[in-house]
């Protein structure tokens, strides 16, 4: 088993690539820096801004140090200086991949196409280019059934019984503030004298699958050779689905050896989202009761039941 620094633990990363239904914004590989930011945003509301590296650059520039209609809290000049970093390791605290990220909030101050500068960076000699990006700001955006997808992937869906079976789970969603539960996961209500915390629990792989008995599914038909979850949602890139653009967030990874050979359908994971449109709504969750306490409540938040794909996987 893996581990990632501050004592939570994971298991080995797979790379997976997903069917051609879903596609990179402009090009099948990895772009090596990407801006994951929310497509469509309200004005006037604070959100989400953050930017993703391959590697750590060893510099950072832009064709504008400024965003025209976005105000950003730590401006673009600021990034190199405040890339974060996050480790997986093994069980002999080796290194195994580091993910690196720029994080800050911004606020949208005009309706209408906002364009992104083309920010470059510079790693081992070699300068890398995000590609064109826009967002959209709105007075008022409405959340539908479009807002969220989940979708189930492999590299092909025809094995032989030798091979490694890669499978991913994927969220697709227009917000960046989601939270995700799995219909049978512990919901705990904490109260104190003055306020009252919500908890979900996501603590076992069916809850994360979002399939009851999904890992008693898979144990009968594969042997499990690695588990790979997103445990703090920050594992982020823009896609697109069906020509929409979305902030695409692993969800689960799996490397599976056959036991048998025989047809077996994973899926469809079954979730109850919880959506805020920007952080301003979220934070407004936060209801102040006296003397300093509050009250933590869904009133700003939409909540929606999303169903996966059904992938069906053929072992010859």
Request: aromatic share 12%.
């Amino acid at each position: 088993m893996t581990k990632i620094k501050n004592t939570f633990f994971l298991y080995l990363i797979i790379i997976i690539i997903p069917f051609t239904s879903v596609s990179c914004q402009s090009k099948n590989e990895k772009e090596f820096v990407q801006f994951v930011v929310q497509p469509e945003v309200e004005i006037g509301k604070s959100i989400d801004f953050s930017i993703h590296f391959e590697e750590k650059p060893d510099s950072i520039w832009s064709s504008n140090v400024e965003i025209n209609g976005l105000e950003l809290t730590d401006k673009l000049d600021e990034t190199l200086n405040n890339i974060k970093e996050s480790e997986m390791t093994d069980d002999n605290h080796k290194v195994i991949k580091t993910f690196y990220s720029f994080y800050t909030y911004a606020t949208p101050t005009k309706l209408g196409k906002i364009e992104f500068p083309i920010l470059s960076v510079k790693y081992k000699g070699k300068v890398y280019k995000t590609l064109p990006f826009s967002i959209n700001v709105v007075e008022k955006i409405k959340v539908n059934q479009d807002a969220i997808k989940v979708i189930w992937s492999t590299e092909k869906t025809t094995y032989k019984e030798t091979d490694t079976i890669k499978i991913s789970l994927y969220e697709y969603s227009k917000f960046s503030q989601t939270k995700r539960t799995h219909s049978s996961a512990k919901n705990l209500s904490l109260t104190g004298k003055e306020n009252q915390i919500n908890v979900s629990v996501e603590e076992t792989i069916d809850n994360i699958a979002g399939i009851d008995d999904f890992e008693k599914m898979i144990d009968q038909k594969f042997e499990i050779l690695n588990v790979d979850w997103n445990m703090f949602n920050n594992r982020q890139s823009m896609e697109k689905v069906e020509n929409e653009l979305y902030i695409k967030t692993l969800i689960l990874e799996l490397s599976l050896l056959p036991k048998t050979k025989d047809a077996f359908d994973v899926g469809p994971s079954d979730y109850d989202f919880s959506i805020n449109k920007s952080n301003t709504d979220y934070f407004n969750k936060f209801v102040p009761n006296d003397k300093g306490s509050y009250k933590i409540t869904e009133n700003s938040s939409t909540t929606l039941k999303i169903k996966s794909n059904k992938l069906t996987i053929k072992i010859e």
